[in-house]
């Protein structure tokens, strides 16, 4: 019983809703059985014996296992939409579990028991609980070293990768944050659009670096090898696109974009979130 830790337990509910082709279960999270003697900090998640009512969003799944391995909650268009593109770049099973963030389910006491920053995406993986994209995207990575999507230590790139993938999480998202979001930070509407503008003139300075870095060694962020650095910056990209100079203006930025946007598993994720690149945004 490794993962008696926490106070609840994950299991589904009745109701389903719908997006393209696949359904996803909603999820409710009820008291643990072993609630009061158990001290550690993750909730506890077992799914209940009986799952008729829900499915399984899984690729190559194989006959007599049909577990999912991961569990990612989403919502459409967020920060998650990069580790659900590797999910399917692996190519492991997994589950998509809907937080829609516009009926504040990011803010139910059940959500906030798995991830206490009511933000999406969030991924269980056994009884373990991880959250942010980044730190979501090594794990995954790191767990599928034969999937080949980041350099393991000892690479030569290992360094470049880790680089760009915490600037791009602490500094680049940062500045998308303060333009999506403004309303987080400050209490007043001239403060906020003030600081939007401020957010694009710096998000300007920082594609065009990314721009003569893939210009000077593209096609991809690590020169010709693909990685889950570029699928993670195409999903920043994505969320440009209603601003003066979205990424897809930068020709090398564009590039790129149409390199990963061709790929099997982005366009499956696109479709499972029900979103087009010029679609709706929740982040
Ligand atoms: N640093 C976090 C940011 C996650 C984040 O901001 N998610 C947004 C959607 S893109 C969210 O959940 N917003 C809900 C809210 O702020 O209420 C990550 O990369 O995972």
Redesign the pocket.
């Known amino acids: 019983m490794p993962f008696f830790a926490g106070h609840h337990r994950l299991t589904p509910t009745s109701s389903l809703s719908a997006t393209p082709k696949i359904r996803y279960a909603s999820w409710s999270l009820a008291s643990s059985d072993h609630s009061r003697s158990c001290a550690r900090a993750w909730p506890v998640i077992r799914p209940r014996a009986k799952t008729a009512a829900r499915e399984r969003c899984m690729v190559r799944e194989e006959p007599g296992n049909e577990r999912p391995v991961y569990r990612l909650f989403w919502?459409r268009?967020?920060?998650?939409m990069a580790p659900h593109a590797v999910l399917r770049e692996i190519g492991c099973r997994f589950e998509l579990i809907r937080v829609d963030?516009s009926k504040g389910e990011?803010?139910a006491p059940a959500y906030l028991a798995l991830n206490p920053?009511?933000?999406?995406?969030t991924l269980v993986h056994g009884g373990r609980v991880i959250?942010?994209?980044?730190a979501?995207l090594m794990y995954l990575c790191e767990a599928h070293p034969d999937a080949g999507l980041m350099p393991l230590p000892g690479d030569p790139d290992r360094g470049a990768f880790l680089q760009w993938l915490f600037w791009m999480?602490n500094t680049l998202?940062e500045d998308l944050?303060h333009w999506w979001?403004a309303d987080?930070y400050l209490d007043g509407e001239a403060c906020r659009h003030e600081m939007k503008i401020v957010a694009e003139r710096r998000l300007e300075r920082m594609f065009s670096q990314l721009d003569s870095h893939l210009a000077a060694g593209g096609p991809y962020m690590l020169g010709n090898r693909f990685s889950a650095l570029d699928v993670f910056l195409v999903m920043l990209c994505r969320w440009t696109r209603a601003m003066a100079l979205p990424a897809t203006s930068y020709a090398n930025l564009n590039r790129l974009i149409g390199l990963v946007t061709a790929r099997p598993a982005w366009a499956a994720m696109m479709l499972a979130e029900g979103i087009d690149w010029n679609g709706p945004l929740?982040?």
């Open positions: 919502d268009g967020s920060a998650n963030i990011n803010r920053n009511a933000r999406v995406p959250y942010e994209s980044a979501i999480t998202q944050q979001h987080n929740a982040s």
